[in-house]
């Protein structure tokens, strides 16, 4: 006997046969059983049958195979970031920077699963592990715990020069010789934590995020004009701005050998003193140092007569002087109008109050009885005064606090100097072979470092930080630069191949490429689900090879 399938009217069906001999001798066969249409067999229904067929052969009953699943783990992401990891040599250059034959741990294996995290799934060190949990990362450790972590931080730190000048020296391929433009801009992160400690990062200042008074350290970011960050810096939360320029640049000349640095700022880093200390320090190594930055508004005040003589062109721009260089300025004569109207209205807003406050006052003298408490000019001064603060308006309005009576007058002049400088964007800068369409094109770029920060703070999740030794807030930082440098690399690769994901979305779709593990009997099992093709597009996008 044995089993046969037959078609009829597009459906199978499974049948036991039987051959034998006819009257004549001649073979036929026919039909012993109907099992019944193969599409209708459930799993596991035949193997009653085929378990009694074995005993009455007298073999071995093989019992029913028990099939184990693990759970699913997410691969695909992690691939593409390891991929892109080894290909900008980072893998390497921690190798060299933290290569001991006493340590323990594998340290490039540890910050590696840091930096993916926050790229993937943002977390405390304790969430990293957790998250480990879900993935399948490429060449790890068996065993993570906490302290795993935390001893690879300290590692870091310990080798942190060696470090990024081997990460530098990595990147440096990437950076054009001839002419960088380099933007430099710092913020604020957050930071929880009361007690101090000694050399503490951790200081109270402005917080650029809250906008208000907050414990902090302050970063700093420089990169290329491409968009491909070249190295950070982390300085205590009260630091000031043009304090940080000078050590900056410093390292920015030692680790890049490029020629000709084109340095672009906002206005809170530009000093005259700085200058000259930037230019000397370029020269010393046979560098050109040239700059970009804006005007900070409490130097406007020097240009009142300067913006009154301005001619501007078509464009909007016009070129003239400055502390010895050249100022450009950018006019939008759309933006001027809409930052005059608003502070015109807000100036017949404070005058309206103030009339109403003497005509309260007027009508108490004349006998009228108040209702609620009794107006006088000394608190109509205090009121009107505090609102004008509040509305930044001090320059433009001033209460007469020596006349008896409350009153108060608009500074016209003030008003119109403010007009001068409504709509418009001064730059000083040193470069002679730049248009000023492209010294304001340049500037503007400058805003490509604030995408980077809102990143940190959005998608990498760099604050708030809940270290409190000053080196464990320094590995945090350089982790989620790493972080943020593989974002910008993605950025970059995706936007070569006009592929319109972002990196965080690219990253949410590959991750459901799944590494699938199962146990058949006493034998593992393990395989990857196949990609879809809009992820194999995300591959390619992103020069990595075929998953395997």
């Not at 040599?89 to 001991?100: E, I, N, P």
């Not at 205590?236 to 390292?251: H, I, R, S």
């Amino acid at each position: 006997m044995f089993t046969r399938i037959t078609s009829n009217g597009g459906r199978s069906y499974l049948q036991i046969m039987e051959s034998f001999r006819n009257a004549d001798g001649k073979p036929r066969l026919r039909v012993v059983a109907n099992l019944g249409r193969v599409d209708q067999l459930e799993d596991g229904s035949l193997d009653a049958l085929i378990r009694g067929l074995s005993r009455v052969a007298g073999r071995e009953v093989q019992e029913k195979v028990k099939v184990e699943f693990q759970s699913a783990l997410s691969y695909g992401d992690v691939f593409a970031l390891h991929e892109i990891w080894k290909d900008l040599g980072f893998d390497r250059a921690l190798g060299r920077a933290l290569r001991s034959g006493k340590r323990q741990i594998d340290v490039e294996a540890l910050v590696r699963a840091m930096v993916f995290n926050r790229l993937c799934a943002p977390n405390s060190k304790l969430g990293v592990l957790r998250w480990l949990g879900t993935v399948a990362m490429p060449a790890m450790p068996e065993k993570v715990e906490h302290h795993h972590l935390l001893r690879a931080m300290d590692a870091l730190m310990d080798h942190a020069d060696r470090v990024e000048s081997e990460l530098a020296k990595q990147i440096r391929p990437l950076v054009d010789r001839n002419l960088t433009v380099v933007f430099y801009d710092l913020t604020t992160v957050r930071i929880h934590g009361e007690g101090e400690v000694e050399e503490d990062l951790r200081a109270y200042g402005m917080n650029k995020e809250t906008g208000g008074i907050a414990r902090q350290f302050v970063m700093g970011v420089v990169q290329t004009a491409e968009g491909l960050p070249l190295m950070h810096t982390v300085h205590p939360g009260n630091v000031a701005e043009t304090k940080t320029l000078q050590a900056m640049l410093a390292t920015v000349l030692q680790r890049f050998p490029i020629e000709r640095v084109i340095l672009v700022a906002d206005r809170g880093l530009l000093s005259l003193d700085n200058i000259g200390a930037l230019t000397a320090l370029a020269q010393e190594g046979g560098r050109t140092l040239e700059f970009i930055l804006a005007v900070p508004a409490r130097r406007y005040g020097e240009l009142v007569e300067t913006f009154r003589g301005l001619a501007f062109d078509g464009d909007g721009l016009a070129e003239a002087t400055f502390a010895g260089h050249r100022l450009i300025v950018a006019h939008d004569p759309l933006r001027a109008a809409e930052q005059g109207e608003a502070r015109r209205a807000r100036i017949t807003e404070l005058e309206a109050m103030a009339e109403k406050m003497v005509g309260k006052l007027d009508a108490q003298d004349g006998g009228a009885t108040p209702q609620g408490r009794r107006a006088s000019d000394r608190g109509a001064y205090s009121r009107f005064t505090r609102a004008v603060a509040d509305a930044e308006m001090t320059r433009f309005l001033k209460a007469d606090l020596t006349a008896d009576r409350f009153s108060w007058s608009v500074e016209e002049e003030a008003v119109a100097k403010a007009q001068l400088f409504d709509g418009t964007l001064a730059l000083i800068t040193n470069t002679t072979d730049i248009s000023p369409a492209e010294a304001v094109a340049r500037y503007k770029g400058l805003a490509d470092i604030e995408r980077g920060f809102r990143v940190l703070k959005s998608d990498i999740e760099i604050a708030p930080v809940h270290h409190r030794l000053p080196d464990r807030i320094r590995a945090h930082a350089l982790i989620c630069f790493l972080a943020l440098t593989l974002y910008r690399v993605m950025r970059m690769r995706l936007k070569a191949k006009g592929h319109a994901a972002s990196p965080k979305a690219a990253l949410e779709l590959l991750a459901k490429v799944q590494r699938h593990n199962a146990k058949i009997a006493d034998r593992a099992v393990a395989g990857i689900s196949s990609p879809t093709p809009s992820q194999l597009d995300l591959f390619e996008a992103l020069n990595v090879p075929q998953i395997a």
